[in-house]
Every structure is written in structure tokens, then in C-alpha cells.
């Protein structure tokens, strides 16, 4: 740490060049030095992160099924050593809107694993930028055009509509626009009637 927290922003920027290279073997020993990094340096990281996930996000829609591995893997290294609130901007950010759904996907995954490590009462909590954009973006993912980004959003709306919190967050956060198709989304789901709210 001693010897790479004063340059860590040119290093990053060096291994985040290594990981767009072209041949494989290069960009996945990128990628797992990237993994080392977060779960060495942890929050340290955190200033990176945003940077450092969108070419990884990016990753996840190559062909080659080891890099998407790669990138994977060093995507679970980010989710479980940096702070929470940074990684879910970062996954945002760089993967909720992509144009590719592999992309999107991976973003959906990561997303599913990363409430599990907050715990459903912190993203419920109501907190600005965290509540509303957890759900706002959940419900994007959960009616996604690409059946495996679906199943990731889904997933995530089964697990936080447990929480006794859900349906007054939702009813403040959720996009308008959205609700009638989410409506049918959190009936297929099987959640309880108690959670399908009007308006």
C-alpha cells in the first residue's frame, strides 16, 4: 500500500490501458490485477472504482468467455471489498443504460450480490442518492428488453420486497412511468397483494 497509494490513480490508469489490450493474456492479468487491488487495498480503492469498473463492465460483453471470467471475477473482488455506496454508483454508472445487454446483465448480477452485502434495511433506509436510485434502478433492470438482465432485476425485487420498509419506499421512489408494468412484474414474482400498490 505504502508504495502504491501515492501514484494509485497512474497506476490504475496504466492497468485500466493493459486491460483494453487486444491480446487475452494481457488484459486478463490486467483484470486479476485489478482483482488484487481491490481486495488488498479495499477502500482505499474507492476512488477508482467508478473508473476502474466501467472498463471492466465494458469486458463482460467480449466474446472470449475467459475475459468475460476475468472480468467477472474482478467485478466480485469490487463488490465485496470497496464501500457499498461507491461500487453500486460505479455499477450504475457504467452498466445500467448500456446499449449491450451483456453488459447490462453483468451489471444486474453484480447489483443482485452487492444488496446482499448492504442488507435490504440499509437500502431501504430512505437515504437521498441511495434509496431512490437502488429502486429506480431495480426497476429498470426487472423490465429490461433481455430475459437474463430480467431475471437478475427480478430477483433483486423479490428479495427487498420482503422488508417491511418496501412498500412505503416504493411508493415514494418508483419511476411513475414504470409502475403499471412493474405491477404485473411483482405479481409473477409471487409477492404477497400486500405489496401491490395502487397509483
Not at 4 to 19: F, G, Q, R, S
Not at 41 to 60: I, P
Not at 182 to 193: A, D, G, M, Q, Y
Request: charge should be positive.
Amino acid at each position: 500500500m505504502d508504495i502504491l497509494m501515492p501514484k494509485l490513480h497512474d497506476i490504475c490508469l496504466a492497468i485500466i490501458n493493459e486491460v483494453k489490450n487486444l491480446r487475452s493474456a494481457v488484459s486478463c492479468a490486467a483484470m486479476a490485477t485489478l482483482g488484487d487491488m481491490y481486495v488488498h487495498l479495499q477502500r482505499a480503492m474507492d476512488s477508482e472504482v467508478e473508473g476502474t469498473a466501467r472498463v471492466l463492465l465494458h469486458k463482460a460483453s467480449e466474446a472470449n468467455n475467459f475475459i468475460r471470467q476475468a472480468a467477472n471475477f474482478a467485478l466480485g473482488h469490487m463488490v465485496q471489498s470497496c464501500t457499498p455506496t461507491r461500487v453500486m454508483n460505479a455499477l450504475l454508472v457504467g452498466g445500467l443504460s448500456h446499449r449491450n445487454a451483456a453488459v447490462r446483465s453483468c451489471t444486474a448480477q453484480h447489483l443482485e450480490r452487492l444488496a446482499e452485502v448492504m442488507g435490504m434495511a440499509r437500502l431501504l433506509s430512505g437515504k437521498k442518492d441511495l434509496t431512490d436510485r437502488f429502486l429506480i434502478a431495480v426497476s429498470k433492470l426487472a423490465v429490461d428488453p433481455a430475459q437474463e438482465v430480467r431475471h437478475h432485476g427480478r430477483n433483486i425485487l423479490r428479495n427487498v420486497a420482503t422488508n417491511g420498509d418496501f412498500a412505503k419506499m416504493w411508493d415514494k421512489f418508483a419511476p411513475r412511468k414504470e409502475r403499471e408494468s412493474l405491477r404485473e412484474v411483482i405479481s409473477k414474482v409471487n409477492l404477497k397483494e400486500r405489496y401491490i400498490l395502487s397509483g
